[in-house]
């Protein structure tokens, strides 16, 4: 079936470092892919998403690039913010079989001043 | 972007009682929304996809006789977690579907935080 796979945190940063979180999955056909960010005490928001492969989705710093060969989709951004510390989740939409997203664990970011 | 509602944010219950978490659409209307549990530091597990007016479809494994979902109109569906345990306890978390067919969107709550002592 369908798996999401993201590194473990917590990631603690230094305001202005840069960013990766890492993001493979696993799927049947090709899935759109997303990137999902929780800020303390608020529902999931989508933050960008890429529906084929190398498309690269891009939202307020961040970006993502669909790779088909690795079946991956990082996370990047090259400034990190106080502000951006959430916990940031990787999903995936799989046309075949159930339509619900599929996730990953979540990965918490700490970024500090 | 669209806003969806949770209520309680967190609820501690006895063993043995039921409880009643609801989702609301505030500013849309959704025929499809999807609750999820989310156990500390794992993902989010879908449980159901509840459409509006018929019938929850539940994922293998969900007790579809203890997690009861109704989704009688278009802005509100709610789980009941009957005669809970404490293995129940966890984050509750629902999330409408607003769009067409193959451009939809999801939107989130907030979550639920269920404690059963």
């Known amino acids: 079936g369908d798996s999401v796979t993201q590194m473990e945190g917590p990631v603690t940063l230094s305001e202005e470092a840069f960013l990766t979180i890492n993001c493979t999955y696993t799927?049947?056909?090709?899935?759109?892919l997303f990137w999902y960010v929780q800020y303390p005490g608020e529902g999931l928001q989508l933050l960008l998403k890429a529906t084929k492969a190398d498309d690269k989705g891009s939202n307020k710093g961040f970006e993502a690039t669909y790779r088909k060969e690795t079946t991956s989709f990082h996370l990047e951004k090259g400034s990190v913010q106080v502000s951006d510390s959430a916990v940031y989740f990787c999903a995936l939409k799989s046309y075949t079989g159930r339509r619900a997203l599929t996730f990953g664990s979540g990965t918490r970011l700490q970024v500090q001043p | 972007g669209a806003v969806v509602s949770q209520h309680p944010s967190r609820v501690i219950c006895k063993s043995g009682t039921s409880v009643k978490i609801e989702c609301r659409s505030l500013?849309?209307?959704?025929?499809?929304m999807f609750w999820y549990r989310q156990f500390p530091k794992k993902s989010l597990m879908l449980m159901a996809t509840s459409n509006e007016g018929s019938k929850a479809t539940y994922e293998q494994g969900v007790e579809k006789d203890k997690f009861l979902i109704n989704h009688a109109s278009l802005t509100l569906s709610t789980l009941t977690v009957t005669s809970a345990h404490p293995e129940d306890s966890s984050f509750y978390i629902c999330s409408a579907r607003v769009g067409l067919a193959g451009s939809y969107e999801q939107y989130f709550g907030p979550g639920t935080r269920l404690t059963v002592t």
């Open positions: 799927a049947t056909g090709y899935p759109s």
């Open positions: 500013d849309f209307q959704a025929t499809t």
